[in-house]
């Protein structure tokens, strides 16, 4: 049976993917990680893993059905993580939205036989990959802040050296509150 790595995801408004890349670049040296592409940029609700057609038929009605208001993100927070190796960006605290969204889509993922991490949900963006010595962290006082008002489903394949991320799917959420 054919599969696809899937995952749920929020994209980013443009210009936002390459003002990250270009803080990213004034902030981190090349040694410090290998830089995740503009094109890449996206904060993961829900990892699926290796999905059949069937399940992701499943998953995109149940998608479908959510009815939540969309919200805002502020980026105001960075970390490493030295397993496995990544630098992210994130935000100090989670707006109720973007928390409710994710654990609706886990709680999906996992009744449709894709197993969730125990671990608690932390949203972030993933800047560099691969950064295995310990990487200074910008000062605070960087800012972001941008509206949600979708969500979207999408594939994960990697081809010549390189990892590519697709839209498979696309829902909107009600307008801000």
């Known amino acids: 049976m054919a599969t696809q790595r899937l995952f749920f995801a929020l994209s980013l408004p443009k210009p936002l993917p390459q003002q990250l890349v270009n803080w990213r670049a004034e ?58 190796g990544v630098v992210w960006l994130g935000c100090q605290r989670a707006p109720r939205g973007l928390l409710q969204l994710a654990s609706l889509l886990r709680s ?23 950064a295995t010595q310990r990487v200074a962290l910008p000062a605070p006082g960087f800012h972001w802040q941008f509206a949600v008002e979708h969500f979207g489903l999408y594939s994960s394949s990697f081809s010549r050296g390189r990892t590519r991320y697709k839209q498979l799917a696309r829902w909107p959420l009600l307008p801000l509150a």
């Open 108 to 130: 999906q993922a996992a009744r449709h036989g894709c197993p969730q991490s125990t671990q608690p949900f932390h949203p972030h963006i993933t800047l560099l990959r691969h």
């Open 27 to 84: 902030q981190f040296a090349a040694e410090d990680g290998k830089p995740v592409e503009a094109a890449n940029l996206h904060l993961t609700l829900a990892f699926l893993g290796d999905v059949s057609d069937t399940t992701s038929a499943r998953l995109q009605q149940a998608a479908a059905r959510i009815q939540q208001p969309g919200f805002q993100i502020e980026l105001n927070d960075a970390g490493h993580w030295p397993r496995p």
